[in-house]
C-alpha cells in the first residue's frame, strides 16, 4: 500500500514536500509521475532500492529531489522553485524492477499506485 501526500496550493517560486508512505516504499523503487489536465501523465522522478539511484525529468533537473527514509518508510519530493507548469495531480508508484535509462518514465512498469495528491501553483 502506497500513500501519497503533502499538496495544495503555492505561489511560483515557492516549495512543497510530497511524501509516498506504505510499507512498499522502502522495499521497491519508487518513482513519482504527475499528470495535468488535458495531458499524459508523466515521469518526474525515481529512486531505485538501496543503493539508491535517482532520476530526474528534465522539466525539473535542479529544482526537485527525491529521496528515501527507510525508517519511516517514506520517500520525499522536495519541490523548490515551483513553477505553473508544475500543476498536476502527483502520483507515486513502486516498480520491483531496477529500471534504468528512461525506462524509469514508463508507467507500465509500475505495479502499485497510490492515489494522488493535488498541487496547484498559481498566484
Known amino acids: 500500500q502506497l500513500q501519497a501526500y503533502g499538496g495544495g496550493q503555492v505561489q511560483p517560486g515557492g516549495s512543497l514536500r510530497l511524501s509516498c508512505a506504505g510499507s512498499?516504499?522502502?522495499?521497491?523503487?519508487i518513482g513519482w509521475f504527475r499528470q495535468a489536465p488535458g495531458k499524459e501523465r508523466e515521469g518526474v522522478s525515481y529512486?531505485?532500492?538501496?543503493?539508491?539511484?535517482?532520476y530526474y525529468a528534465d522539466s525539473v533537473k535542479g529544482r526537485f529531489t527525491i529521496s528515501r527514509d527507510v525508517a519511516k518508510n517514506t520517500v520525499y519530493l522536495q519541490m523548490d522553485s515551483l513553477k505553473p507548469e508544475d500543476t498536476a495531480v502527483y502520483y507515486c508508484?513502486?516498480?520491483?524492477?531496477?529500471?534504468?535509462?528512461?525506462?524509469?518514465?514508463?508507467?507500465?512498469?509500475?505495479?502499485?499506485w497510490g492515489q494522488g495528491t493535488l498541487v496547484t501553483v498559481s498566484s
Open positions: 508508484a513502486a516498480s520491483r524492477y531496477w529500471l534504468d535509462g528512461d525506462v524509469w518514465q514508463t508507467t507500465g512498469e509500475y505495479h502499485h
Open positions: 512498499g516504499a522502502t522495499s521497491n523503487a
Open positions: 529512486i531505485s532500492r538501496t543503493p539508491p539511484s535517482t
